[in-house]
């Protein structure tokens, strides 16, 4: 069996027999991993509590054929003001929980990674209204999904566009029927968080356009998951 090291994020955790846990995690070389933390769940574990979700560590693992084994682990950063802040538990678990959903094994993308831990770390120092949103925004792009914004995606006008299309492939005019309508300052939004003006989003103060932006964001996930992620609606909605 071969030996790795990886500086990883854990993404979630199931129990495993007795003792043990199944934990996946999203490492900055190897992308997703699934890995056995043997013994956790005893009371003198060597891992403690290091591997919950959204720590950051640095794990050695025996590469299995199906999971892999965990040997050792460090942590790197624990998060601890983000895991004191009820709403930012929420964000943090929503966060992990869509890299869990959204990326497949696929091998490793860096930039997955830098999103990911960039966010926490963020989360971390403060809580941005708009860094959910954000963040999604950014991690549906790392998966090809970026809705047009510019030009009605059923007619090709670029005047009126008052609505999402339920496809989520972009927006479209307000000719069009069953669609998700969106306000022009949220339209503003995704247009600062596509273009490379992410601060200017994330300095917006809290407001009814957080929680617009943030339906939205997540309707594209689900859209492109084709299933409710339980974790991107404890904020209630
Ligand atoms: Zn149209």
Known sequence: ?????????????????????????????????????????????????????ISYVSVQCWKGKELDI??????IELFPVLKRDLERIRKGFAMVEVVEELV?????????????????????????????SGYLWKLLQTQGVVPELDTCVECGSQENLSAFARSGNGVV?????????????ALRVFHLMSEGE???????????????????TVSLVETMLDHKVKALHL???
Request: hydrophobic share 40%.
């Open 173 to 185: 005019c307000s000719k069009h029927t069953n669609v998700t309508q969106i306000s022009s300052d």
């Open 235 to 237: 904020g209630g909605y």
């Open 70 to 75: 965990i040997t050792q682990v460090e942590s």
């Open 1 to 53: 069996m071969v030996l790795y090291n990886d500086s990883a994020v854990v993404l979630r955790t199931w129990k495993l027999g007795e003792a043990d846990r199944i934990i996946s995690l999203y490492g900055a070389q190897s992308g997703k991993i699934r890995a056995v933390a043997k013994g956790i769940r005893k009371t003198k574990t060597k891992f403690g509590a290091r591997l919950e979700p």
């Open 104 to 132: 497949g094994e696929t091998g490793a993308d860096f930039d997955i990674f830098k999103l990911l831990i960039r966010a926490l770390y963020r989360l971390e120092a403060c809580d941005s209204p708009f860094l959910l």
């Open 198 to 216: 992410l601060s200017a989003a994330l300095s917006l103060p809290d407001s009814e356009l957080r929680l617009e932006v943030e339906a939205i």
